[in-house]
């Protein structure tokens, strides 16, 4: 799921089927995603993922997409404490 505003996309939430993952879904849904934005005339693309989820991290990267910055105590879960984000950008 994502939303477009001008030339900007963001990715707000990707999921995987648990017994699916490391198969590429994930890499699919994500290139999908990006070309499906670039064709709707984003040119940059936005996302916010926790830092030690390495598994969507290593994902993101392998898209292209690079840290620009974090976002401390972005995530408040209701069984514990505050989470920082990882603020990642591409080029489309």
Known sequence: MGRIAA??????TLAVDPG????GAGGR????????ARDRGAARAFL???PDN???????????F???GRRK???HPADGPARD???MDRAL
């Open 85 to 87: 984000a990882l603020v």
């Open 48 to 50: 916010e993922v926790v």
């Open 54 to 64: 390495a598994g969507a991290v290593s994902l993101y990267l392998k898209a292209g």
């Open 66 to 68: 690079a840290v620009c």
């Open 29 to 36: 849904l994500v290139m999908s995603f990006l070309a499906e």
């Open 7 to 12: 030339d900007e996309v963001e990715l707000l």
């Open 20 to 23: 699916q993952r490391r198969q």
């Open 73 to 75: 105590g972005y995530y």
